[in-house]
């Protein structure tokens, strides 16, 4: 799933007005990196963001990406889901919203709710210090997850049909 062009634009906008307030350099490379994020909904770890960059620019290399999601979300622009070691995943959309994340495959679904936003959170949580944002995360599994199990009950039983090829696009 893409984000819409007008949406893309503006974060790619916000983006150049956040750097240029924090005299942060924009390489070529740093905007298609923040682009690749930018246009995407499933919260990409560096890996994924790595190779679909590399495919349009094939110099620029795995610490390149790496370093730059940091640079983006130190400046705010990206937050961030998931351990901070390992295989965090970025996330361009900066509006205040929720997440959906299926166990099975880790896809994650941005959803807005304003009944989430108005949640307060328990008096128990400020032994544990400030809350600056509630984030609720509802997790299952994803339809796609859930057919794969229907279409398969007995998964004891190895195919042995050769695989067929997917085209691309
Ligand atoms: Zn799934
Ligand atoms: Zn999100």
């Not at 994650?108 to 128990?124: C, G, M, N, Q, V």
Request: proline share 4%.
């Amino acid at each position: 799933m893409a984000v819409i062009r007008a949406e893309v634009e503006r974060r790619m906008a916000q983006l150049k007005t956040f750097a240029r307030a924090r005299g942060v350099k924009l390489t070529h490379q740093r905007l298609e990196i923040f682009r690749e994020v930018a246009s995407r909904t499933d919260h990409p770890a560096v890996d994924a963001v790595f190779r679909a960059v590399q495919a349009r620019i094939p110099t620029v290399s795995l610490d390149t990406v790496y370093r730059t999601l940091w640079v983006l979300e130190d400046l705010g622009l990206l937050s961030t889901l998931g351990p901070r070691h390992g295989a965090v995943r970025f996330d361009a959309n900066l509006r205040r919203h929720h997440h959906y994340v299926c166990t099975r495959c880790g896809l994650t679904r941005d959803f807005e709710s304003s009944a989430f936003d108005a949640l307060k959170s328990p008096s128990s949580v400020t032994s544990f210090g400030q809350v600056v944002a509630t984030r609720v995360e509802l997790r299952g599994v994803c339809r796609t997850c859930s057919e794969k199990v229907a279409e398969r009950p007995a998964r004891t039983r190895r195919k042995t049909a050769p695989r067929t090829t997917r085209r691309a696009g």
